[in-house]
């Protein structure tokens, strides 16, 4: 969605620019791999499936909402937190368990 003539994107690069010129090293560099935004009315909104990237940006939100600020915008951050599915690695020992039972030894 575009907020006026901006786009989310637009937005959020110019976060991780105010990041940066703020010397927020590990904010910037975590908000920095982020490309799933979106803005409606009212919110900011960051799509993550990183439980560590959900923690860093709930403890930098008075940043990012600074950094919107210096914009020019009225929003508020929301972070859309949906945990990933199960890994490959635990998708493959739940398969062999199914097979082999109790004689599966994980080290």
């Not at 909104?45 to 914009?71: F, H, K, Y």
């Not at 929301?78 to 493959?92: A, F, I, L, M």
Request: hydrophobic letters at 40%.
């Amino acid at each position: 969605m575009q907020k006026g003539n901006l786009s989310a994107k637009t937005i959020w690069g110019k976060v991780v620019l105010f990041l940066k010129e703020h010397h927020q090293v590990a904010l910037h560099v975590a908000c920095g791999d982020i490309t799933d935004v979106q803005v409606n009315e009212h919110y900011l909104v960051i799509n993550t499936q990183d439980s560590m990237l959900n923690n860093l940006l709930a403890d930098g939100r008075r940043e990012i909402e600074s950094a919107l600020r210096w914009q020019g915008l009225d929003l508020e951050i929301y972070v859309n937190y949906t945990p990933k599915g199960k890994s490959v690695q635990e998708r493959d020992i739940e398969k062999l368990i199914g097979l082999v039972g109790e004689y599966l030894i994980i080290k």
